[in-house]
């Protein structure tokens, strides 16, 4: 017994490696099929934009790279797939670099399914340097801080961009992002100022910090991690990445809890052990 | 082979050559790791030459907007730096930035956070319901007591330090929660990257 | 002067964008989003300055001939490829440029953050011993916010889903609220030592 114990505390974190390895592949391939509620963030999330009246002008802005794209990319194809069913139009912002490339594939590939057409219906504006800046300077002016697209087409020969000035212009902002700059900065910045709808899907990590701005109604909506965004694939319809990866997401906390409470139970029990020894 | 079967296995390659370095490090992990460096270096100033020094400075600048010549004096400064006799040019950009950072963060901290904040927590002590009614005093007394443990100014005892253990109780659940959320993110990242080498490259998942 | 007029730019550009936000005049706007616009150029600069200094500190390396210069070759090479095929045939989809981001950049990007997945949960295992009540709060509250959010925790108890929502909207939600409140404090206090010219660190040493 003691043997085993003093096995499992010094326990060559190779083999956590291997069983956290297993607890995630197995349920992609024998998955469990457990069925889920959605939470009233996501529910927020899904009824502001649904709230929006068709056919209007929806900010979204993509502030994430590929570090983040199990959790974040099923809630941009989501929320594509919502905003075009709604025939919304949509403008794309990324403040990360890594974005726009990853962002324009999303775009299109929704835009072939729904038939919408690239500078009618959606525009992707791409990348820019400055964070905070960017927000304040498209409060101002979006043409001015976006003169062209992500392909440099000039905004004034697009489209979806006439009539769009800045932000008052807009019907809401959805934010997805994965740290700085992103949400936290968005509703320091922009609805703070111009107290314009704000919902955010954001990386697990971030989004307890986050729940204090959707209990004040700065955000209108939010997503958190992979959870947030299979709860609202279920809301909108769609079985995508997040749905599929909540059976592995399932086991392998169950992993980890596995591994904190024998942890502590042979710390535990080795330290009375060796207390009676001394004894 | 088409030029995205090709991607595609030079991807899960590079992803195999990433993971390796679980077992140990390894030649196969550093050459990933390098090429990775140089790639996202090159990339990024590629994406910011497209995306802002042509739409946002060149083209204005050629087309008669002089005051472009500022900023593009300003950005030229910080290339100062490499040289010691001169490198006191690029304080007057970085002032500039930091300037302009400053004032925004004074601004957003204060509008979007403190005052906004500070009005969520005044919340009504009898909410309607039992419920309501309770979870409100939990967070009035939990950020009271909280905000009672930054304040170290004073020393944490008698009535004083009580009101500050509480407030670690609560922040302790804070960093609790934080820390099974940071679980979920981290596990999802995996997810990801397995559904990549077992779905696109492998294409062994079942449909 | 060489840190004096520095310091008065700080100061103006601070007070200015601080004002920005109570001056409701035309005028003034206009020059503050000018200004922004400037930001952001010379932010862009300062990214290619760091991209500089990466490939000023690998050639002094490869000069040095390291044990690692191979991959530092390597390394500037990549560099130098994606840069040049980058600005030469551009960065739209489809292009040489977006095929080496998606099939080289985008895999090891994710797979270095899946790394994490495994690293917290040996550190999990290693360090997350129950010593104190405040260490047993903490993994309780753990424990339930990781089990609750998942589709198993509703399995194992219908209500768990709603007990762990529960949990982020009220406890949690004091704690983050009163880190999110101090957190603005420090900012606000920060920002003006920085604009008055208390704070001087971000100019480097004479």
């Known amino acids: 017994?003691?043997?085993?114990?003093?096995?499992?505390?010094?326990?060559?974190?190779?083999?956590?490696?291997?069983?956290?390895?297993?607890?995630?592949?197995?349920?992609?391939?024998?998955?469990?099929?457990?069925?889920?509620?959605?939470?009233?963030?996501?529910?927020?999330?899904?009824?502001?934009?649904?709230?929006?009246?068709?056919?209007?002008?929806?900010?979204?802005?993509?502030?994430?790279?590929?570090?983040?794209?199990?959790?974040?990319?099923?809630?941009?194809?989501?929320?594509?797939?919502?905003?075009?069913?709604?025939?919304?139009?949509?403008?794309?912002?990324?403040?990360?670099?890594?974005?726009?490339?990853?962002?324009?594939?999303?775009?299109?590939?929704?835009?072939?399914?729904?038939?919408?057409?690239?500078?009618?219906?959606?525009?992707?504006?791409?990348?820019?340097?400055?964070?905070?800046?960017?927000?304040?300077?498209?409060?101002?002016?979006?043409?001015?801080?976006?003169?062209?697209?992500?392909?440099?087409?000039?905004?004034?020969?697009?489209?979806?961009?006439?009539?769009?000035?800045?932000?008052?212009?807009?019907?809401?902002?959805?934010?997805?992002?994965?740290?700085?700059?992103?949400?936290?900065?968005?509703?320091?910045?922009?609805?703070?100022?111009?107290?314009?709808?704000?919902?955010?899907?954001?990386?697990?990590?971030?989004?307890?910090?986050?729940?204090?701005?959707?209990?004040?109604?700065?955000?209108?909506?939010?997503?958190?991690?992979?959870?947030?965004?299979?709860?609202?694939?279920?809301?909108?319809?769609?079985?995508?990445?997040g749905t599929r990866g909540m059976d592995a997401q399932s086991v392998s906390h169950l992993t980890v809890f596995f591994f904190i409470l024998i942890g502590n139970l042979a710390y535990f029990v080795l330290r009375a052990l060796k207390g009676k020894e001394v004894k | 082979m088409t030029a995205e079967a090709l991607g595609v296995w030079l991807g899960a390659g590079f992803t195999l050559c990433i993971l390796s370095f679980l077992y140990k490090d390894n030649p196969f992990y550093k050459f990933a790791e390098h090429v990775f460096v140089g790639i996202s270096a090159g990339y990024g100033v590629a994406l910011q030459f497209h995306n802002v020094f042509l739409p946002n400075l060149w083209r204005p600048l050629i087309a008669g907007n002089l005051v472009m010549i500022v900023p593009l004096i300003l950005g030229m400064f910080l290339f100062a730096r490499f040289s010691a006799r001169v490198s006191w040019l690029s304080r007057w950009s970085i002032g500039l930035l930091i300037g302009i950072y400053s004032g925004i963060a004074i601004i957003g901290f204060g509008s979007g956070d403190l005052v906004a904040q500070i009005h969520g927590n005044l919340l009504p002590l009898w909410g309607g319901d039992y419920l309501t009614s309770f979870n409100n005093w939990i967070l009035c007394l939990g950020l009271i007591a909280c905000l009672v443990y930054f304040f170290f100014s004073r020393e944490h005892k008698g009535s004083f330090g009580f009101v500050a253990r509480v407030g670690i109780y609560f922040l302790m659940i804070s960093f609790g929660a934080s820390f099974g959320y940071t679980v979920m993110s981290r596990m999802s990242l995996l997810i990801g990257r397995f559904y990549y080498l077992y779905g696109d490259w492998l294409h062994i998942l079942p449909q | 002067m060489r840190k004096e007029v520095p310091l008065i730019i700080t100061f103006l550009a601070g007070a200015f964008f601080i004002a920005d936000y109570f001056v409701p005049h035309t005028g003034f706007s206009h020059i503050a989003e000018t200004i922004n616009g400037w930001t952001i150029i010379v932010i862009t600069f300062a990214y290619v300055l760091g991209v500089a200094n990466v490939t000023r500190v690998n050639l002094d390396y490869i000069q040095r001939k390291g044990k690692d210069t191979p991959y530092k070759i390597i390394l500037l090479i990549c560099l130098l490829f994606m840069m040049t095929v980058g600005i030469v045939w551009g960065i739209a989809e489809g292009t040489i440029f977006d095929w080496f981001f998606i099939n080289i950049y985008v895999p090891m990007q994710s797979m270095m953050f899946a790394l994490l997945a495994f690293y917290i949960a040996s550190a999990a295992f290693r360090a997350f011993r129950i010593r104190s009540t405040q260490a047993a709060l903490l993994a309780i509250t753990a424990v339930l916010v990781m089990i609750g959010r998942v589709p198993i925790g509703e399995a194992i108890w219908k209500d768990f889903s709603n007990f762990a929502e529960w949990i982020m909207n009220v406890p949690q939600l004091a704690g983050k609220r009163a880190i999110l409140i101090g957190a603005a404090l420090g900012a606000i206090s920060t920002g003006l030592k920085v604009i008055v010219g208390l704070e001087r660190t971000h100019l480097g040493a004479d």
């Open chain 1, 1 to 241: 017994m003691k043997k085993l114990l003093e096995f499992i505390n010094n326990l060559d974190r190779r083999w956590i490696f291997l069983f956290i390895g297993l607890a995630v592949s197995l349920p992609l391939f024998f998955p469990l099929g457990i069925d889920f509620t959605v939470s009233h963030p996501v529910q927020g999330f899904y009824d502001t934009i649904e709230k929006v009246p068709n056919g209007s002008k929806i900010l979204m802005s993509c502030d994430y790279d590929p570090g983040s794209l199990p959790e974040l990319y099923p809630m941009t194809v989501a929320a594509l797939e919502q905003m075009f069913r709604k025939d919304l139009k949509v403008i794309v912002t990324c403040l990360w670099p890594a974005g726009p490339p990853v962002v324009e594939r999303a775009l299109n590939h929704m835009a072939f399914e729904y038939k919408k057409e690239k500078g009618i219906d959606f525009v992707n504006l791409g990348f820019k340097e400055g964070r905070e800046v960017v927000m304040v300077s498209m409060g101002a002016s979006i043409p001015n801080t976006f003169p062209t697209d992500y392909n440099g087409t000039p905004v004034t020969q697009i489209q979806i961009m006439q009539g769009v000035t800045n932000f008052k212009d807009l019907a809401m902002i959805v934010n997805i992002s994965a740290g700085y700059p992103g949400t936290k900065e968005w509703v320091q910045q922009v609805q703070a100022r111009y107290n314009i709808d704000l919902v955010s899907g954001c990386t697990a990590v971030s989004a307890p910090e986050f729940y204090p701005y959707y209990q004040t109604g700065q955000l209108k909506g939010l997503l958190g991690g992979m959870k947030g965004a299979a709860e609202y694939e279920k809301l909108v319809g769609v079985m995508g990445l």
